[in-house]
T-cell receptor, first 113, second 111 residues
Framework: NAGVTQTPKFRVLKTGQSMTLLCAQD?????MYWYRQDPGMGLRLIHY???????AKGEVPDGYNVSRLKKQNFLLGLESAAPSQTSVYFC????????????FGPGTRLLVL | GQQVMQIPQYQHVQEGEDFTTYCNSS?????IQWYKQRPGGHPVFLIQ?????EVKKQKRLTFQFGEAKKNSSLHITATQTTDVGTYFC???????????FGTGTLLAVQP
């Protein structure tokens, strides 16, 4: 099992460009999450999904959109990238909500110029 | 909203010294998880605590959950260079029971 995979690993964007980050998991997990990690701020939840076809906002959703068309995939979109979105993005998945472990992908490093 | 703070932000120790990081929540937590992130890596689950006053051990690591379920600590005895990384606590609480990550403690271990 690959666990949680993310593509791309690294990307450079110019301000105003758009892109989509892809997260895939092969553990048949219902729950998936997108976080961003910035120095000194820990991991902040952007959006999450509690099942195929559902999405919900996390702590910092502005400027991002998500879709969960298939259970195994969770896409994070930036419609018009801004320098403030320079960050490391982690996807995670879990089998449940309350007590289950979250399994993280390797991360995507995004630089917006 | 719910906040989870960790102290210290950074600690540098000599190999063999002990290390402790503390996690404090603004609200009562239903449970708390601890994760470790190696430099350049991704967070990896270490342990979960659920009960008030719970103490769990994993070899040289000791995890505690406070009696009021608003704080937690991770203590490493006799650190090794393999312990290097950032340690995050993550607590569930509040109306939505979302998992909120602490700010993390970066541990550096000098051989």
């Amino acid at each position: 099992n690959a666990g949680v995979t993310q593509t791309p690993k690294f990307r450079v964007l110019k301000t105003g460009q758009s892109m989509t980050l892809l997260c895939a998991q092969d553990m048949n997990h219902e729950y998936m999450y997108w976080y961003r990690q910035d120095p000194g701020m820990g991991l902040r939840l952007i959006h999450y999904s509690v099942g195929e076809g559902t999405t919900a906002k996390g702590e910092v959703p502005d400027g991002y959109n998500v879709s969960r068309l298939k259970k195994q995939n969770f896409l994070l979109g930036l419609e018009s990238a801004a320098p403030s979105q320079t960050s490391v993005y982690f996807c995670a998945s879990s089998s449940g909500w309350i007590r289950e472990t979250q399994y993280f992908g390797p991360g995507t490093r995004l630089l917006v110029l | 909203g719910q906040q989870v703070m960790q102290i210290p932000q950074y600690q540098h120790v000599q190999e063999g010294e002990d290390f402790t990081t503390y996690c404090n929540s603004s609200t009562t937590l239903s449970n708390i998880q601890w994760y470790k992130q190696r430099p350049g890596g991704h967070p990896v689950f270490l342990i979960q605590l659920v009960k008030s006053g719970e103490v769990k051990k994993q070899k040289r690591l000791t995890f505690q959950f406070g009696e009021a379920k608003k704080n937690s600590s991770l203590h490493i005895t006799a650190t090794q260079t393999t312990d290097v990384g950032t340690y995050f606590c993550a607590g569930r609480g509040g109306a939505t029971n979302k998992l909120i990550f602490g700010t993390g403690t970066l541990l550096a271990v000098q051989p």
